[in-house]
């Protein structure tokens, strides 16, 4: 075996080992968890549950004029909505029993992971209406 296979073939094996190693340190957070999730996410879904919040009383209470104030908030509970509803699929469920709950939670690290992306794109998504709902805000309070 020349040395650029040997390298290529090591380093393989590394990203394999790096893979599996993050899999299960968040399948064993997902497992020592309280909420069925690990902590960053818990303080996502927080922040996605009080932006709703917001967005539900904005829509709400929006003065007349204030259409594009209405939409962007709407817009924003929907995003909301969504990433909730991700949340929601990727929580352990408390009422797992315990001789499964190590197997869901490898399931549910595994799966968080296929949908890293989607996560992240969302949140990114909210985060952008969020900055242009504050900016709305600030423009019809002036």
């Known amino acids: ?45 927080a922040i996605a549950q009080d932006v709703h919040r917001l967005c539900v009383a904005i829509v709400a209470s929006s003065p007349t004029g204030a259409d594009e104030l209405r939409e962007l908030a709407e817009e924003c509970q929907a995003v909301a909505d969504d990433l909730l509803a991700l949340m929601r699929k990727l929580t352990l469920p408390r009422d797992t029993p315990k001789r499964l709950k190590m197997y869901r939670s490898l399931v549910l690290a595994s799966r968080r992971n296929l949908k890293k992306g989607e996560l992240d794109a969302i949140s990114a998504r909210l985060q952008k209406l969020q900055l242009q709902l504050v900016m709305r805000m600030q423009w019809l309070l002036r």
Not at 13 to 22: H, K, M
Not at 33 to 39: A, Q, R
């Open 1 to 45: 075996m020349d040395p650029f296979s040997a390298i290529g073939f090591a380093s393989n094996i590394l990203s394999f080992v790096d893979f599996g190693w993050t899999l299960i340190r968040e399948a064993r957070a997902i497992y020592d968890s309280t909420s069925g999730i690990t902590s960053s996410d818990k303080s996502v879904k």
